[in-house]
């Protein structure tokens, strides 16, 4: 018999886990805007999803503190519970002070999505960050490379957001100008626009919510961004001064 997995939230990244999951938990799912039929899991209640061995967190990370509040009275000793937000730092500080001490904390970042995971997710990347039990994380981590076939690195919260203040953090600022700039061009392209472009569809349809957990929540990505912009308008200036002389 499986264990059981209970999931809150079930939008798009819900789903995607719930379906490379289900071989090895029996899952269920508790997301107030989801209608029974949507996927392959049972919808259920917030306090029977809660319940669970296994919790995670597939929520917004701007109502990862009202969530941690609505099931720490549920939650089950010694339960592991995992959120997958694209920031680190934050929802461990968050999980840490609204969880009871009674259960393990991981932090997950899965480095890939619907779009970019949709022919599966062997392969793919993903950070496991320990929060509360050095242990479970190791586990968590095992799994993840053994079972899912993942490509693990195992990392602090504060060095995930380091990087992914980078990483993220100018994918995504540069894809919103870029789409705020449409229609682009799609005759005479050449390959690296392209290759621009395929990165701009990956993170075409995230949320509002996720483009502000990478910008706003990273307590890094301010300094990315400050040093983009510097350099963007070094550029043109230089540019500027060329053309006027």
Known sequence: ???????IGYGAFG????????????IIAHDPAAEAGEGTVVLT????????????????VEALAETCDAISTHLTPGALVLDVGSVKVLPGRV??????ARVRLVGLHPLFGPQSARDGVAGH??????????????????FCRSALKLRVFRVSAEDHDREAAVVQGLTHLIARVLLAMEPLPT???????????????????DSPAVFRAIER???????????????ADQARAELDHRSGE
């Not at 999980?95 to 009871?100: A, G, I, N, S, V």
């Not at 990347?125 to 095992?142: G, K, S, Y």
Request: charged fraction near 30%; glycine fraction near 2%; proline fraction near 6%.
């Open 1 to 7: 018999m499986k264990p059981r997995l209970g999931l």
């Open 15 to 26: 789903r995607l886990t719930a379906r490379h999951l289900s071989p090895w938990f029996d």
């Open 45 to 60: 209640d917030l306090a029977t999803a809660a319940a669970c061995r296994v919790v995670i967190l597939a929520v917004p």
């Open 95 to 100: 999980m840490t002070e609204r969880l009871p």
């Open 125 to 142: 990347r993903i950070a496991v960050c320990p929060v509360r039990d050095d242990r479970a994380a190791r586990r968590v981590a095992a």
């Open 187 to 205: 005759r005479m392209t050449t390959t690296s626009f392209e290759r621009i472009m395929q990165a701009v569809e990956m993170v075409r349809h």
């Open 217 to 231: 929540d990273n307590p890094f990505s301010a300094e990315v961004r400050d040093r983009f912009f510097a350099l």
